[in-house]
């Protein structure tokens, strides 16, 4: 498949040519930032469709897999990239109007798309090394994203994000410079052949503990949690949906699963740990999230929460609970976006971030408002929209297992999660709207369109569970996940690839 | 350059001296670009000696010579070009087949045109890296830092 690498070529090129050519021309920008990511969302929806199950093999320069780079495309990465790439082009689309209020917009495209061939890279990529290099790409660009407002709050949240997130990338170097010195390799199946062969030993134990700080911290899973709500408010509205609807799946939870569950194994203690810090970052997250006025730190602790729902999830480890949390990971893509750009349309338009001063902007901005509503509900896991099915997916899946406890305090999470977007729901969009606001109108164009497709996306993607549907999409993701170091086969099928 | 300007940059010794050295360390960049598949060193070995010889320019004479020189616009234009050099190397593979394929002319070994499109990528690395790390050094010291209080 030739055109796997196109994955990193397209938003590299992109990067560098509007760098070069926007400058001068703000029109070319916004056309060509667009164009990129939707050929790139086209490009991964190619790759669904048209070879949907097994698995893509691509050799970099012509170099056979354990000594050359492959690009590899598996269930969990077509899943992984479709998600990726259908919300970068939602929030160019946003971009286009909601940047004009920044200086130097070129500079903000570029950046993004350099964080986006960070994340498609990380995503294609087979080897561990490749894995690291792409993941520095992706968090050096976000920590320039989090400060581009250069206001005092967001540089002290971006150096903040800065620290611990290099604290969480020097972890994986290192961890993956112990398995290196232990396997000799560098390609992650052949890694997996190798640990196999030699057996687990304490060095590799050790490298499974950095490697854990190293996504716990990128993931921000409760106890490595602070950085997030500094760093996502900060940050342009687009950035924050970026950051908080898929870099910190991409970097974390999508790093997680390849390396714990398809490169080192997993065991019961393991599963039990990320169970528990689910769980725990369901409640905290959504405890510290209830009483922000500040609407997208509001969002960002519920970031955490749901974050937490995923891991709680996907440590289950039963079939029903990894396709619940992969599903659970697509829809707070997708709904977690659309709050954070709805708080940016409300930003836009009345400049503040306060809920204690809004109020009644349902009647000025009606699609602002409707969206948000049903970005709301879903979140909240009522019943016609995504994140019901997914929240009930992991629910059930907690039951099946005899984990009572966890699935009641998965319900008491999102019952706090409902009752604090009630908050938002109030303050911002009924009761009485504000004198100073009265000639507030709705957004722009492209800001009125991206968060329309977002929310008729929360409103039809419960309908994946469906089960033709679901053989595409959600399927082959788990499968993977379940095959768990069956991963380590997949260089034999470079036979039949060319 | 302006040697006898004693407003401007560091002390006539230190002038003379830079003016004589600086072009031998630019030359000595560019040898280690160049010789980066036959000995130690490369692309970004290279750049950053590079980016070292312009850095002495400017910390001898001060920032408008060096500015001067390599004016602001053409380092910016230059290090997104050397990055699209590398990727159209890396994508003018795909005339043999594959992303990265080094389908040049191999050469003999050791000689200085051998290893085919190594050269290239590591004069592109050079010019990117060389370029960025001098940007960075420009914008650490263009940038004037106030604090609350003043």
Sequence with gaps: MVIIPFFTILPLSGAFIIYLVGRHSKFFTDIFANITTFVLFLLSLFILFFKPFEPLLYKVGGWLPPWGITLVIDGLTRFMLITVNFIAWTITLFSVNYMEKFTSKYKFYTLFLFMLAGMNGLLISGDIFNVFVFLEIASVASYALVAYGVEAEELEASFKYLVMSSFASLCILLGIALLYSYTSTLNIADMGVVLWEKGIVPVVIFSAVLFFLGVGLKSAIVPFHAWLPDAHPSAPAPISATLSGVLIKTLGVYLLLRIFYNLLGVNQIFLDILMFLGVLSIMVGVILAITQMDIKRLLAYHSISQIGYIILGIGLGTPLGVLGGLFHLFNHSVFKSLLFLNSGAIEYTIGTRDLSKMGGLRKNMPLTGWTSLIASLSISGIPPFNGFFSKLLIIIACMEKGYIGYAIWAIIGSILTLSSFMKVQKFAFLGKLNSLYKEVKEVPIFMRTAMVILAIICILSGGMLIPYLNNYFLLPAQKVILGGLDYKNINQSINNEK | ?150
Excluded: C, Q
């Design chain 2, 1 to 150: 350059m302006s040697y006898d300007n004693k407003d401007k940059g560091m002390t006539l010794i230190v002038k003379t001296i830079t003016g004589l050295t600086v072009g031998l360390i630019l030359l000595y960049g560019l040898y280690i670009t160049l010789h980066g598949h036959i000995s130690p060193g490369g692309g970004f070995a290279g750049g950053v000696i590079v980016a070292i010889s312009f850095i002495h320019l400017m910390l001898a004479f001060g920032r408008e010579e060096a500015l001067r020189i390599l004016p602001k616009t053409f380092i910016s234009v230059l290090e997104s070009v050397g990055a699209l050099l590398f990727l159209g190397i890396a994508i003018l593979g795909f005339m043999g087949g594959y992303f990265f394929l080094d389908w040049f002319s191999k050469g003999k070994p050791f000689e200085l045109f051998s290893a085919g499109s190594i050269i290239f990528s590591n004069i592109a690395i050079a010019l990117k890296v060389g370029l960025g790390l001098f940007g960075i050094f420009l914008v650490l010291i263009l940038l004037k830092f106030t604090s609350k209080d003043e």
